[in-house]
């Protein structure tokens, strides 16, 4: 699945001029799927086995309030399956994997001018931040 969804990632992602990502090689894919904390959830349209759109993020512990947090890192339909629901079944399918870790906090972050993503997020109940947080990239 993440070989398909790296051949064809144009078709599930926001259409933004991102630099290129390589994916990840074989072993570093197996560690990815057999990781107890990752949590990704596929849509398949069973009319042709294709995959229609995805969903991953992992758990993160914090020290506050709650120990586990699952972060939601990326959420793409593929450009012919979108608005037809399957973003909501996703967002629905990824809460249930949640609380079936007991874990019932999360968050997401996009880009304010991605206005579908928000909708989706925001009709799932999502609440938004202040608008004061600055998101920086780290190395190491
Ligand atoms: C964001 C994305 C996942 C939404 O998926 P989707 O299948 O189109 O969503 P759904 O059909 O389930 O719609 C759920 C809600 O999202 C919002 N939404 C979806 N498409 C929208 C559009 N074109 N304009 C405005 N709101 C929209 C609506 O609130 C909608 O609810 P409604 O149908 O009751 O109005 C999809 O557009 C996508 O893959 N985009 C590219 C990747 C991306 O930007 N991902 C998010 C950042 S990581």
């Given at each position: 699945m993440l070989a398909t969804l790296f051949k064809g990632n144009a078709r599930f992602?926001?259409?933004?001029d991102h630099d290129w990502q390589p994916p990840l090689g074989s072993d570093e894919a197996a560690r990815f799927v057999a990781d107890p904390g990752t949590v990704c959830v596929a849509a398949i349209d069973?009319?042709?086995?294709?995959?229609?759109g995805f969903v991953y993020g992992g758990v993160l512990s914090r020290?506050?309030?709650?120990?586990h947090h699952l972060c939601l890192c990326e959420v793409g339909l593929d450009v012919d399956h979108r608005q037809s629901g399957v973003g909501r079944l996703l967002m629905d399918a990824f809460a249930g994997e949640a609380r079936k870790m007991g874990i019932d906090r999360g968050f997401v972050v996009t880009n304010e001018a991605n206005t579908v993503a928000i909708a989706l997020y925001e009709e799932m109940g999502a609440m938004r931040g202040d608008g004061r947080d600055v998101l920086f990239g780290l190395s190491f």
């Open positions: 992602g926001d259409g933004g069973m009319a042709t086995n294709h995959i229609a020290r506050h309030t709650r120990l």
